[in-house]
């Protein structure tokens, strides 16, 4: 995917060869620092990126069998809302201001279900009660800027799940709200997917919320996979330096009584256009072949892959 500098000629890859494979009823988590690419990974599966200034010059997306990429606008529309679903960062933002929020849950129903007027209405008020709304009828009524941001929030939820996509993706869904109100959001989200045995891609920098709420976990830097496993090898034996430093800067990680540890540096720009592995100029295990050449993702143990030349070995 090629990102063009809406100032200037250039262009850069904001993601460069991701691979990810998600399988029905599993839960995969995508973190990385801001600007690695997470969003855009998600917009890019439903073709909800920007474009201009952005398009995918490169690649496919496969869900169930067919190549996304190759889907017309309509039926990328019949995609959205009934077989993926997504929940975004911002409830607030994400919810249209001036409709009902009830309304708001029909109108996926009536785009994608075929349902009556009645059902839709019964079929809404069922959605609101299973994520945990109280009194779902006066609910219905409400307008966002009523509601909490994490009612707003679970909304969004019922929205997402309101068709039973087969796919969940889950942008941040925790990021502007309250600590207990998080924990109750993640909560509300593994219990919606396994009982309705949906995949989820679930993006976040936190790698807590990774450890605990997910099968799988994909570290992403600067556009790239650079480590993937699953959570108890990953947070047990990490094998890129990225992912060790990540581990190190959280306080449960870190040794008692040394001042907590930081990576050096920003997120390589898109535009950038150096050679070698991005996170060279980060590394504190960097050689001259880190500059040179750019290390593939390759198994280094069962289902653990790593994007690197000297991983840890542990």
């Known amino acids: 995917m090629d990102l063009k500098d809406p100032q200037g000629d250039r262009s850069g890859s ?11 009823g599993e839960k995969i988590a995508l973190v990385g620092e801001s600007g690695c690419g997470k969003s855009m990974t998600a917009l890019s599966v439903l073709n909800l990126l920007p ?23 309509p039926e990328w529309r019949e995609v959205r809302g009934r077989e993926i679903g997504i929940v975004f960062q911002e409830p607030f933002t994400s919810l249209n201001p ?5 309304d708001q849950v029909a109108e996926i129903l009536n785009i994608h279900s075929g349902l009556g007027a009645s059902q839709v ?10 994520v945990g709304l109280p ?39 925790t990021t502007a709200l309250d600590v207990t109100v998080q924990a109750q959001i993640l909560d509300l989200l593994y219990r919606m997917t396994e009982t309705h045995k949906m995949a989820v891609l679930l993006i976040t920098h936190d790698l807590r919320i990774a450890q605990g709420h997910a099968d799988r976990v994909a570290i992403l830097y600067a556009g790239q996979v650079v480590e993937e496993a699953a959570p108890p090898r990953l947070f047990e034996h ?8 990540l581990l190190e800067a959280l306080p449960e990680f870190s040794h008692k009584g040394r001042p907590l540890s930081t990576i050096k540096g920003l997120v390589r720009s898109p535009f ?14 960097v050689e001259q072949k880190c500059s040179r050449e750019e290390p593939s993702l390759l198994e280094i143990g069962k289902e653990h892959w790593v994007r690197c030349f000297y991983p840890s070995g542990k």
């Open 51 to 73: 474009n201009p200034p952005m398009t995918i010059t490169a690649g496919q997306i496969h869900f169930k069998g067919k190549n996304l990429l190759e889907l017309t606008e």
């Open 272 to 285: 950038e256009t150096t050679g070698g592995c991005a996170f060279a100029s980060r590394c504190p295990k």
């Open 14 to 24: 904001v993601l460069r060869g991701v691979q990810l494979t998600l399988w029905q």
């Open 121 to 130: 209405n019964e079929k809404v008020l069922s959605l609101l009660g299973e």
């Open 98 to 102: 001036v409709l009902r929020v009830g």
């Open 135 to 173: 009194d779902p009828e006066r609910i219905a009524r409400q307008y966002p800027h009523q509601l909490s941001g994490g009612m707003c929030q679970r909304v969004m939820i019922a929205m997402a799940i309101a068709c039973g996509p087969s796919l969940l993706i889950a942008d941040e869904p």
């Open 238 to 245: 990490p094998q890129h330096p990225y992912t060790e430093g």
